[in-house]
């Protein structure tokens, strides 16, 4: 573990030399200091991980040393701490950028174990940056980046399957970012150089799927007036990309098993094999396993595909990567539409951050790009958010497990009107999904709970995206 240097202002000669015994036990480099100044310089020397400051001192603050200090790096860790235990003063120092806030007296493990988390994130976040630049630089992986601890370790087994020949199987909703993981995994693969080719199952029609898939020969079919290659074998090399493998017919499933098998294929219409040297991604947004105890899939086949798995979590179980994502998308968005947005405005951050985003990142993609196209401001600001994202305050605030409760599900009519039909779905998303959740995930069940069908069910999860 790396060695953390951690800074110390205190104008309290007592407090600064507490906080050194007490952190040197804990095997941190220290350095104190009773001023702002003397710190400020030494730190743009050498930067500290960490720095835990007084709030209140003669001369500048503690909010005016924070200030300086993320002006020299923004990624800097603060602490700060105060025997004013006043609420503007806290408001103050977390606006300027403060990690955490204590007050005097503290809770010395208190402050111990938050210091520790401190350190986490700090170096989470340096492994991330470092990542993010590689993999951004190189094939436009900025859909999937963000601090959180979920995906760290999505990253880390992304890099650590890349120079496998294993097949891997990449699971999560729609929209989460399944096939720019697919590609990052391609890209750190010996096999880069070679082709990428994508099949999204759901998207070929059913008769029409082996030959896009094998290919087929002059004749054999009406229309079929030379030899065509298909995309299995323009990925020789390279990697197939198997996007909503669960779309697959029984009957195709039978032959892909074959191919993953033997490596090799006919041609429709041929009776020569064709082996080809690729590797296998498969991706789905269902839950697989109830595929396969419904025999709509193969459990030969998910077994063969299912050597390496991926799960992608949805946006909503990593609410900490909002902010940087909308953030990354701002200046996607400003670049791609010639604008010069600055920032997003608190009270449309704190919009998005309470959202539920039943389409994971593509709709808080969507969302930023439709602000920064009709925003007209220096700012994104809540007027500039979709309908659905605004209303879902108001919706929140009624109890979606009281269906009989008139209110259940509504959404005050603002001043300016409200989208009556995007309230509506967002309503009916979020109750499919609370049933999902209470059902353990298994449509059938939750269909049940609801009282309609399992194609109903069915089609709004489709129609949902979910």
Request: glycine letters at 8%; hydrophobic letters at 40%.
């Amino acid at each position: 573990m790396p060695k953390y240097r951690i800074m110390v202002v205190d104008d309290e000669k007592s407090m600064r030399e507490f906080l050194d015994i007490m952190l040197r036990k804990e095997g941190y480099d220290v350095e104190s200091f009773a001023s702002v100044e003397p710190a400020v310089e030494r730190f743009r020397a050498t930067p500290s991980d960490l720095v835990i400051t007084d709030l209140k001192m003669p001369g500048p603050s503690g909010v005016h040393l924070l200030k300086e200090l993320k002006g020299i790096r923004d990624d800097v860790m603060v602490i700060v701490i105060t025997a004013y235990a006043s609420v503007d003063s806290a408001i103050e120092a977390m606006k300027a950028g403060a990690y955490d806030y204590f007050t005097k007296p503290f809770n010395v493990e208190e402050i111990k174990l938050n210091i520790k988390r401190a350190l986490n994130v700090r170096m989470l976040e340096r492994e991330n940056v470092l990542l993010k630049k590689d993999l951004k630089s190189r094939y436009g992986f900025g859909n999937l980046v963000g601090t959180s601890r979920k995906m760290a370790e999505i990253y880390g087994l992304i890099m650590s399957v890349a120079a496998t020949r294993a097949n891997v199987f990449i699971t999560g909703e729609s929209g989460t970012g399944k096939e720019l993981a697919a590609r990052a995994i391609h890209a750190e693969s010996p096999r880069k150089d070679k082709p990428f080719v994508t099949v999204n199952c759901g998207a070929i029609p059913e008769s029409l799927v082996e030959s896009e898939l094998f290919g087929y020969v002059r004749g054999a079919f009406t229309g079929a007036y030379a030899d065509k290659a298909g995309l299995a074998e323009m990925a020789d090399g390279g990697t197939l990309f198997l996007d909503e493998i669960t779309e697959l017919p029984l009957n195709l499933q039978v032959k892909l098993l074959r191919f993953i098998q033997e490596k090799s294929f006919r041609r429709v219409g041929g009776t020569a094999d064709v082996s080809v040297d690729m590797r296998l991604i498969a991706a789905t947004n269902r839950e697989i396993e109830e595929e396969v105890r419904e025999g709509r899939f193969r459990e030969d086949l998910y077994y063969r595909l299912n050597v390496i798995r991926i799960d992608i979590p949805p946006l909503r179980e990593r609410p900490e990567d909002i902010a940087p994502l909308a953030r990354y998308f701002l200046k996607k968005y400003n670049k791609e539409l010639g604008k010069d947005i600055k920032r997003i405005s608190e009270e449309a951050l704190k919009l998005l951050m309470d959202y539920h985003y039943s389409g994971n990142v593509r709709e808080l993609e969507n969302a930023i790009e439709r602000a920064v196209t009709l925003e007209t401001k220096d700012f994104i600001g809540a007027a500039s958010l979709p309908p659905s994202i605004r209303n879902s305050r108001d919706a929140s605030a009624s109890n979606p497990d009281l269906p009989g409760n008139p209110a259940a599900g509504g959404a005050a009519i603002l001043p300016d009107g409200m989208d009556l039909e995007a309230t509506v779905s967002e309503f009916e998303k979020r109750i499919i999904g609370e049933a999902l959740r209470k059902a353990g995930g298994v449509k059938k069940k939750a269909a049940e709970l609801l009282g309609i069908s399992f194609r109903s069910i069915r089609y709004k999860l489709n129609k949902y995206g979910q």
